[in-house]
């Protein structure tokens, strides 16, 4: 069985059951973030890909009564959230199979990207993409070092690994996104000070928006 397999056939269930106490809304760096750009409002339409119960999404609705779509392959967390917030809209699919069409306001993408099989990396990050309006904004929380490092996922030894590495640049680079803003801590301690390079986690704030100039302009 391939990564992507292992995720959406049991690996996205077990992390669910592992984690479900924790899964709740509250407020994180996240809706923090959002809230000093001010970015959402009763009219903002927000996808959040690995959403798990959608706990985050519903703190969100509870600040701004924003139209909220989750994306999440746990038939056990997609359960748990529509029984606990019905106002959520829920999408038992892996980001590698979403469809939308620049119809989002604000995409959240925190701690997915880095259990992602390498081989569907480009195919999630261009779902992404398209699921953004012009103008959007992308919010991506993962271990965003500025190297590359794979890691075997401790629950499943052997068959499937955690990757590390700046993923922000792969929209950065395309020239259609410019970062905003980007709060980085250990992910361990949530220590600011000391951060301890191996899980240096960032969530980073990106605007859908062309970077180009016009050559004559430029030269
Ligand atoms: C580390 S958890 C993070 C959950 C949530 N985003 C948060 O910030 O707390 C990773 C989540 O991604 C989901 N996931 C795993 N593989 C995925 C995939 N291919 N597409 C979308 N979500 C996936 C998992 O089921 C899990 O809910």
């Not at 980073?204 to 004559?216: E, I, T, V």
Request: a negative charge.
């Amino acid at each position: 069985m391939g990564q992507f397999e292992i995720f959406k056939e049991y690996e996205a269930d077990r992390w669910f059951e592992r984690n479900k106490e924790a899964l709740k809304p509250k407020e994180d760096v996240i809706v923090w973030l959002l809230g000093l750009y001010g970015l959402l409002n009763k009219d903002s339409k927000v996808l959040e890909v690995g959403a798990s119960n959608g706990y985050r999404l519903a703190k969100l609705y509870e600040k701004y009564g924003c139209t909220c779509v989750a994306v999440e392959p746990s038939q056990k967390a997609v359960k748990d959230g529509m029984d606990k917030f019905p106002f959520i809209k829920f999408h038992q699919v892996a980001a590698e199979e979403m469809g939308f069409g620049e119809e989002f306001d604000l995409v959240i993408v925190n701690g997915v990207l880095s259990w992602i099989d390498r081989k569907n990396l480009f195919k999630v990050v261009d779902n992404i993409d398209k699921a953004l309006k012009r103008g959007g904004y992308l919010l991506i929380g993962d271990f965003q070092l500025p190297f590359f490092v794979k890691n075997p996922y401790h629950h499943i030894q052997d068959e499937a690994y955690t990757y590390k590495q700046p993923y922000k640049n792969m929209f950065l680079s395309s020239g259609s996104y410019l970062e905003l803003a980007s709060i980085c801590y250990n992910h361990d301690t949530k220590d600011f000070e000391n951060i301890d390079l191996g899980n240096l986690f960032c969530v980073s704030l990106l605007r859908k928006q062309s970077l180009y100039l016009l050559q004559d302009k430029v030269l």
